[in-house]
Structures are given as C-alpha cells and as structure tokens.
C-alpha cells in the first residue's frame, strides 16, 4: 500500500467500477487537496488463513504449497480475446462464448445413485419407521414415500447446460454488477487439493440469492470443480426446477414450503444424508450456505461430520468463502418465495450498481479439526448458567464460560445423526460456528461499509464532504492495521464519491453557496438506518474487540455516573478485573459470527481491553504496593534466586496476589469521541434486545412462534420511530428471541409450540433487573 498525497494506492487492486451518471442529489464538489497520511506496508494484509489453534497441520501443508500472496484479483466480468485462444475484430464480439466453451468442466452424469440411496441403511430405517406395512401388505409402499426425493437425487451436472448457464449468468452479471473481483491468492491452494483427490465443501454466510450463484461460476471460470449447490429457495417452475438439477442445484423438495419444513421430515433427513454420502464418493464438491441469524444450513455440515465419524468419507476440506458487496442486492433470501422469476425481473430492472469481491480461503481438514481434540466444547454453559446469577443475584464468578448455542442445531435437525452426547453435538455446533466465522472474516470491507459506519456511528448529525474524506483515510489504516482486507482502490476522493452515489438513496446532501463543502446527513427514516446498519456490519467485525471493551468501560462510567460522582475530564480510574468481567458478560450477549469459538470468552474479554490501551483509550497503570511488582527475591531452599515478572502471565504458588492493575481513560480530546464511535457500534443489537424485554409486557401472551416474531417486529419499528432512535435492527428480530430463550425468558409451552414468558420473568422486578443488565452497555 503506497501513502500519497489524496491518493489510496493498493497494490493488485483496482479503481472503484465505472459510475459515470451518479445519483446524487446535487452536485457534489470534494476538495482535491487532501493529504492522506502514510499507510502501512507494500502489500495487501493475507486474510483467509487456516486456523492456527483447530487446524494447525492444514495450516503448515499449505505453507508448504508456496503460494504467492501478490498475485491479485481478477475481474470476472472483464472477458477478453486475450482469454481466448483467437484474436481478430469478430473474437472480440464474441469473445465471452468462446470464453465459456474453453473452460474446463467436470461433467457429473447419474449412474445408479438412485439405487444406492434407496438400498443405505438410513434410508430404508427412515422408511420402514415412516410406513409400517401390515402382513400381506403391499411391500412396494414405502417406496412411494420416495417419489418427491426422486429429482433430487437425480441433480446431475451436464456440461453444455453448464456453459450455457454460465455464459447466461456472465451477461447477466455484467449488467448488474461494474465488476466481480476474485481473490487469486488461494486459486493455486484449491487446483493442488483438487487435483490430489481432495473432496472441497464451499461454506459461506447467506446475504443475498445471488451467493449461491456466484461460487459456482466463479469456480467454473477458474476451471475448477463446479460444485453441488445446496440452495434454501423454493422453486415451484418446472422448467427452471429442471435447468438447474442439471447444474448442479439442489433444490427443495416441491411438499415442503420452506427449508425448515423440509428438515422435520425424516425421510428427507435421511434422504439428505445418503445423497451427500454419494456425491462425496463420486468425488463432487458441495457448496453449502448458512444463516448466521438462524443457523439454517449448518445441518449440511452435521451431515458431513456424521458420515466421516461413521467412517463413510474418510475427509473433506472445507473452505471458507467470503463474499462482500457495495450495495446487497435486495434479492434477500426469502425461504417461501413460489418463483425465482420475480425477482430476477426486479433485480435487472432495478440494476442495482456497486462491484462484488470474493475471497476463496485456505482449504482445512475437518477430520484434523474434529479427531485433534483442539476444538474443544468442555466450558460450553447454558446462558442461563452464565448470566442468571450476574442478573438477579449480582453474583460474578458465574459468568465464566462458553455460551452454549443449541438453537444453531435444533434437536430435529439432528435426529437422525444418532450423536450419542451432548459434546458430539456442540462439537457440531462448535464447526458451524468456526465457519461463520470464517467466512465472515474473509469479507473485504467495502468503501460503503466504511462510509455508512462513519454517518451512523460517529457523525448521524451530519458531516463535512471534506471531513468525511479524512476519516474514510483514518477508518481504512485501522481496518488494514487489524489485518482486514478492504475492497476498493484508487484515489481518495473518487472513493468517497463513488460511495455516496451508492448511498444516496438514504442520505441528505445539502449544498450552499455560503459553504464550501456540501453536509451530508443520513435521511432520519428506519429504512435508512438500517440499510446503513447492515453495510456497516463489516466494520462492527472489524472493531469487535473494541466495540465489546468500549461497552464495557461504558458501563463503569455509567455505575460511576449513578452513584453521583461527576467528573468532566474522565479521571476515573477503572479496575481491570472488573472490566474484564463486564467485557466478559457482555460477550455471551454477541450474536454468533462474532467471536471465535475456539477462543475462550475469558481470554476475548482480556484481548478486548487490551485492544483499547493499544488504541490508546485506556492507559496501564500499576497499583502502589509496598514491593516492585516488576522483580523480587524469592526463596527457596534458604538460598534467595532473583525473580522477574516479564511474562504477563507468570504465576506463582508463593505469590498470594495476582499482578494488580488499573487502567485510566487517556486525556487526548479525541478519545472520548472513538469511545463513543466504538460504543455504537453495538448500540443496535443491544437497543433490540432492550425493546425486546420491555416490549413483552405489551404483547399478550402465549403466542406461536411465527406470531411471536411479527410482533416483536412490529414492536421494534413502533419503537424505533417513536423515539427517534433508529437503531432496532429488523434483521436481528431473531436474535433477541434466541437470546430471551437462551436466558430463559421466553419458555415454550409443556406439549405445545406456544411461546411464553417463563415464570421467573413473570416478576417485574426479575424483568427490570434483566433490563438494566442489558442497558448498562449503551453508552447514552
């Protein structure tokens, strides 16, 4: 990365894409005469790295591979003769179908897979459990029960429908999207693994139906092993239903009306389960998306370690994919919809703009990652076990451990894999949770993600266009500093305008002659907000640990404030095993994706607050005490031996005290305003879950779930609108439901699908008490 003078040059990057006609609302004139201080290095940070505490030796095999982390990105849409083995003037026109028919592709026919599922022992269990056929009976009845499940099993790969498809989705693509970047820097890690027999599943985090699109026609571009697709859309179009079973497309049974119908049904289950048993033998890749607000699709992956503990896959590589947008399409997977033709017409018609990037990260083993012991689930707690006692009884020591999150596998996802123990089943849970956040780390933060989180976290009253220049150059040295790879390149000002032309829709850009720059200002609308909430997100995963121990000193500040010391200047000092154990209680709050879960929460609340004395919000201080804490004479055997206390984790049996320490807020007039920058950023989350217990009392009671959940919507948006504070974040509705039944505060009834407050709750005071827990953390 090369600091110039208003310019942020990167190094294999390209400009932002082509937007000639902006959208802005008035001319927008950016000061050319901007200096952007020096950035870090020569090269792009390596995002997409195995894990070094699960996945050690595929970490060092791939080392081993020699992979060169300046080979760029390619612009999928960009076609050329030059990718042609042709040149001349009629290439060019039709360079992109000749493009197509030369890439490689691995065709998948259909020979006897139907025979094989039908004769696995866990599908003939499922149907002899489902139909019971009486004596004399008709012996050919369970079959029947198979009939929906025919097509699916019957999902092939046929090669010219592959390429015809993919020259469709190119052109399609280039009339949406100004360009689709993909990271070369793993392509060589994943032609190596293919072609040593590796069997690859593709795991990334669902944003938009257009994801499950883009692995495959990138894979099939890079002449890779075009994957099986596991897509959670409901199609009812026969004609459409049948073009994609013949790329690889598998689809939703036509009984079922949404994925979560479809996973109750144990036939399905195990239908399921042999198919993907077959597709691994034949030596197909899978690709497989999951929700991180739900945790639909992490059955895909229980599957897989199911049949590799049963011996029937001897391994897979997963491979994380991360794939981040300028502007999300508005195609949000919405599981129910009858025809995908809807909103294909909308999204040409619409042309959303904006560019994608797509980094493929480093295949591990999830054999190494489950055999190895390193994943380890031991300190999973319920979180009633974890905060209920900090709650109710103000009790601290309770609060150590890992937040169990059952819901993420639900009991009837997981019926048929016969797990024997609670572990083997967190350790299920544990995978779908180091994918989510895998691939949530690879995500490029895109300049419009960096610019929403500036007009929502630190100016929502407005800002300067030359104001907002500087912190977008300020905002994208830290986020390269914490080794986040970001998606954009080019000139500053050109970055920022570009961004605002994508952003538009939801801003307020108001220019005069008396003023040199024009002000900008989110549009005070819910729709607004949370369209910027959602391209800030990136940001959020970024600053995670300082978001969580900003919070926290927040809330000593705030216990400082209520027992009626006022001090202007912030010279309170903070004691840091307290703020470890707010920083600690606020974590089992954090919505999954967030936190990795091969770290401790203890040791992600002790890397929270050092990440605000490394940031310089906080300053170490040591307590006085009446010996050095620094070095000291210890005995031993009557002879005295020199001791130090370099090692930040030394300890002692003589030592009866721990190293004691205290932390004071720097003095620098900047500080308070990043504190609070930090301490929005989860503002939204914590605001919902606030509303959330608040508003239960209004809601009559017990209700279906589905009931429940448009309720709790309707009553954040009324909320939201009603005070002003636009931060109930829509797309975390199922959020505060887990989390309020994680506690428990909500309860289902005995022998009923009903949702209810739980009878501890009942009480005001527990309810209060809850609320003030939570509320703690906003800094306001």
Known sequence: INGHEHQIQIKGFLPPPRNEQTRLSCGLKIKKKLTVPPCLGKFRPVVGQCCHQCTPDSLVSRKKLGQNYSLGFHNLLSVTEAQTRYRGWLVRRVCCALFVSGCKVYSSPVSCRLERVCQSNRVTKALTAEHKAPEGGDDHRPLDCLSPFLPLINTCISSGVLRFVGWVMLKMFASVFGSIQVNLNHLPALHRASQEGSLLVYVYVRQSAVDCALIPLVLFCHSLRVPYTVCPLQIKNSSLRSILQKVGVVLLPLSARTEKDAETDTVYQSVMTALVRELLHEGQAISIGVSERSGLGGQWLARIRQLIKEGSVPDVSLVPVGISYD??????????????????????????????????????????????????????????????????????????????????????????????????????????????????????????????????????????????????????????????????????????????????????????????????????????????????????????????????????????????????????????????????????????????????????????????????????????????????????????????????????????????????????????????????????????????????????????????VAQIHSHLCDTANKKKQHYGELNLTSLPKKTLRDLPFLCQDFKSVFLTVSPLFQLSENRQKLHRFISQYLYN
Not at 503 to 531: E, F, G, Q, Y
Not at 535 to 542: E, F, N, P, R, S
Not at 553 to 581: K, R
Not at 661 to 669: C, E, L, V
């Open 327 to 708: 502007c999300v399409p508005k195609t949000y997977i919405q599981v129910g919809l009858s025809s995908v033709f809807g909103w294909l017409w909308s999204f040409l018609c619409e042309r959303p703009e904006g560019s994608v990037r797509i980094h493929l990260a480093q295949p591990f083993s999830l054999k190494e990652m489950c055999e190895s012991g390193r994943c380890r689930v031991d300190e999973w707690l319920p979180l009633q076990d974890l905060l209920l006692p900090v709650i109710l009884n103000n009790c601290a020591g309770s609060a150590f451990g890992q937040r169990r999150m059952s819901w993420l596998l639900p009991s009837h996802y997981a019926s048929e894999l016969n797990e024997p123990s609670q572990s083997e089943r967190n350790l299920s849970i544990a995978i779908i949770l180091h994918l989510i956040f895998s691939a949530t780390s690879c995500m490029a933060v895109m300049p419009t993600s960096l610019v929403s989180s500036l007009l929502l976290y630190k100016h929502h009253k407005g800002v300067s266009t030359s104001v907002l220049c500087r912190d977008v150059a300020w905002l994208t040295e830290e986020v390269l500093f914490r080794n986040k790879d970001v998606g954009f390149g080019g000139s500053l000002t050109d970055i920022v305008h570009y961004s605002l032309s994508l952003l538009s829709p939801h801003l307020l850009i108001a220019a005069a002659p008396s003023r040199k720059d024009p002000l900008i200002v989110p549009r005070p609308s819910l729709a607004a907000t949370l369209h910027l909430s959602c391209m800030a997100k990136a940001v959020t995963h970024t600053f995670i640990l300082e978001a969580v121990g900003a919070c926290a000193v927040s809330a000593m500040l705030c216990e400082v404030a209520h027992s009626g010391v006022s001090d202007p200047e912030f010279d309170v000092v903070l004691c840091q095993s307290e703020l470890t154990e707010r920083a600690l209680q606020l974590c089992h709050l954090l919505p999954p994706g967030f936190m990795p879960p091969c770290q401790s929460s203890q040791s992600f609340a002790l890397d929270a607050v050092d990440s605000l004395v490394r940031c310089g919000i906080l300053i170490q201080e040591e307590v006085p005490r009446d010996v050095p804490i620094c070095d000291f004479w210890k005995k031993e055997d009557g002879a005295l031996t020199w001791t130090t206390s370099d090692d930040p984790y030394h300890s002692d049996s003589d030592c009866e005290e721990p190293d004691l320490y205290s932390y004071k807020i720097s003095q620098p007039s900047h500080c308070p305003e990043m504190l609070f920058f930090l301490c929005r950023m989860l503002a939204g989350h914590l605001r919902a879950l606030c509303w959330a217990t608040m508003g239960l009392e209004l809601i009559k009671m017990p209700l279906a779930e589905a009931e429940f």
